[in-house]
């Protein structure tokens, strides 16, 4: 890192520091100087999800920030990089490291209370069946095209023909091809012994190129300008009535187990009570 950014970087922290301070201060947010101290020092985190209380080092967080140590119902915001699924360095500058955001998997939790008027299991129904697009073939799984196993998922694409068909019917014009790949994601499901949906990706539509090539632990841009194929990966963790989310680029869908795994694994870990 050069000096120039080193001290920019350390006038960007001192700055913040100072606002935090200020809002301390002035009674805007309660934080008690130990916690400031220990988050300074990239000691663990220790906050309160949902009817649990978890310890994670500060570098799994985005932004390498703790969430709030007593609010139970907050979202969760992890950072993992591929192929590891470990976060990166206390510290660590995207800006000045090559290849780290092609890397990043994105993950939220969100705890799914008792009291919530939908269900973690109705939750992840809800991704396959979307009552407020009932007759559309992009949002029903039922209207879809099954096909054969995917890295050990149920796939099931986007009918283009049907899909062009109804949004001309609905809106009384075609829609062009190329708006249509842009838009039928392709799903891919996995589910428990008992037929429950426990997991849904939807994908770019696998007409439409990667933009990455992985060989090997390594990953690189298949063209400088060429659009990533990215994933959006749902899936419960009910041992703690939370609903995970993550994205990444379409080139890991298949490394999709392990990254359920390794948030089960960090959040068993990482559990005090």
């Known amino acids: 890192m050069s000096v120039e950014r080193q001290q920019q ?5 001192a700055a913040a520091g100072q606002r935090v301070d200020a809002m301390v201060a002035g009674g805007v947010i309660d934080e ?47 950072n993992l990089q591929w192929p590891c699924l470990e976060p990166l360095p206390l510290g660590h500058d995207y800006a000045n490291v090559r ?11 969100s705890y799914m209370p008792p009291d919530a008027p939908v269900s973690l299991a109705q939750a992840m129904d ?14 029903q799984i039922a209207l879809r095209l099954p096909g054969d196993p995917v890295h050990g998922l149920e796939p099931h694409y986007a009918d283009l023909d049907a899909a062009a068909a109804h949004y001309e019917d609905t809106y009384g014009s075609p829609s062009s091809r190329e708006n249509l790949l842009r838009i039928a ?18 994908c770019s539509n696998h007409r439409l190129p990667d933009g990455a090539i992985v ?18 990966h749902d899936f419960a963790l009910g041992q703690y009535s939370a609903l995970a989310s993550a994205s990444y680029p379409r080139a890991y869908l298949g490394h999709w187990g392990r990254i359920e795994e390794r948030v089960r694994s960090l959040l068993h870990e990482s559990l005090i009570d």
């Not at 809800?126 to 949002?139: E, H, K, T, V, W």
């Open 32 to 78: 008690d100087g130990a916690r400031m101290e220990a988050r300074a020092r990239g000691e663990p985190a220790e906050f309160a999800f949902g009817a649990h209380r978890f310890r994670i080092p500060l570098q799994y967080f985005w932004s390498q920030s703790a969430p709030a140590r007593d609010t139970p119902r907050q979202d969760i915001n992890l």
């Open 185 to 202: 994601k392709d799903w891919y499901v996995d589910r428990d012994a008992d037929g429950r949906v426990t997991t849904v990706i939807k």
């Open 126 to 139: 809800n991704r396959i069946m979307s009552s407020g697009f009932a007759g559309d073939p992009l949002y």
């Open 99 to 109: 290849d780290t955001s092609l890397r990043a998997i994105w993950i939220s939790l």
């Open 9 to 13: 970087l350390a006038a960007r922290n």
């Open 215 to 232: 060989e090997g632990n390594t990953v690189r841009r298949s063209e400088p300008f060429q659009p990533l194929a990215w994933c959006h």
